[in-house]
């Protein structure tokens, strides 16, 4: 082997090396590189004739840069798999929220990642305000209740005397579309919120990935063979 | 848990002791370390690996770093054991030899006493 293709080869390989450790702060990088450096070095003198294959043989039981450099930053364990938390403060106060004060229940609903953007959606949008929505509307509801209310004045046996609704079969409609609102917006925040309880429980994937390595009652959990 | 990833973290942990343990009479270089290791079916999968593993053995105290000179080449530079380092070492050892009788007598006689 030509001298200058085998310090290529090495240079390559450190350089790789280099390249992988970006995120490693600069002291530290430069002192491993080093070390590695010197590794090969040290391989190479050991050998009586150095060849190409040699070569590559050293470099390829040093690993791939990607490895070495993942041993460094920690990356070789896959981070594990963030622990439920057991403290559900979060999710339970924007529950309530979205009951008593919807913006910030709202919000923290969003803040939270224990629901999917679907479950997010449907607490936001069903229905819109919570109770908060009902201070808005319920007045404007109330009112319109009041005044298309029928008046009906009944003497002591029970005979209507006179009744003042302004038109009959109009005011029953609006008075059932009326009285629906009501108890969609009085019903509904409890239901979204309850959905969300609900979904709370079942956490984000409810596609089972957290039962997967559950073991059944009564198996034991090791088996020496 | 699959047979292959157990056998994988096993000798990840016990790896770091098995260089405490190559370190505990003298102070060696890299380089010979990893070919300690490397003779040992199995110890030693990938040797790049080992200078992260000594690097953070350092950090934690438990091995130390000094240049030596060499008789062929450039000064080295050598690891060696900490008070911290000795402590750990005996301490996996209890732990290892107590485990390791535990898991043998098991085996071998299914937990019969």
């Known amino acids: ?225 | 848990m699959a047979l292959d990833t157990l056998i994988t973290q096993m000798r990840k942990g016990a790896l770091e002791y098995c260089v405490l343990a190559l370190l505990k009479d003298q102070a060696r270089y890299g380089f010979e370390i990893v070919q300690r290791l490397g003779q040992i079916d199995g110890m030693l999968t990938s040797e790049g690996t080992m200078y992260p593993l000594l690097g953070r053995l350092r950090r934690d105290g438990l091995v130390e770093t000094a240049w030596k000179e060499s008789s062929a080449g450039p000064p080295r530079r050598y690891y060696k054991l900490t008070a911290g380092g000795q402590r750990a070492l005996r301490g996996f050892k209890d732990e290892w030899t107590t485990f390791r009788a535990a898991v043998d007598m098991i085996l071998e006689t299914g937990g019969a006493k």
């Open chain 1, 1 to 225: 082997m030509t001298a200058p293709r085998a310090e290529q080869i090495v240079a390559g390989y450190l350089a790789r090396l280099e390249a992988a450790l970006a995120p490693v702060p600069e002291t530290r990088r430069v002192e491993l590189l080093e070390e590695v450096r010197e590794h090969i070095a040290e391989a190479r003198a050991a050998l009586p004739d150095e060849t190409d294959a040699d070569l590559l043989n050293i470099l390829d039981r040093l690993g791939d840069p990607a490895d070495v450099a993942a041993a460094e930053i920690g990356r070789a364990d896959p981070a594990p798999a963030p622990a439920r938390r057991a403290s559900r403060g979060l999710e339970i106060a924007a529950l309530i929220l979205l009951l008593l004060f919807w913006p910030v229940g709202v919000v923290l609903l969003w803040m939270s990642d224990a629901w999917t953007t679907r479950d997010k959606l449907i607490g936001t949008l069903a229905p819109p305000g919570g109770y908060l929505g009902i201070f808005i509307l319920g007045p404007a509801l109330a009112l319109g209740t009041f005044t298309t209310a029928c008046r009906t004045i009944s003497d002591d046996t029970g005979r209507v005397i006179s009744s003042t609704c302004p038109s009959g079969l109009a005011q029953t409609g609006i008075d059932v579309g009326t009285g629906l609102l009501v108890v969609i917006y009085l019903i509904g925040p409890i239901l979204s919120a309850a959905y969300l309880a609900v979904r709370l429980r079942h956490g984000p994937e409810s596609s089972g990935t957290t039962h997967g390595e559950s073991i059944p009652p009564g198996v034991p959990a090791v088996t020496a063979e």
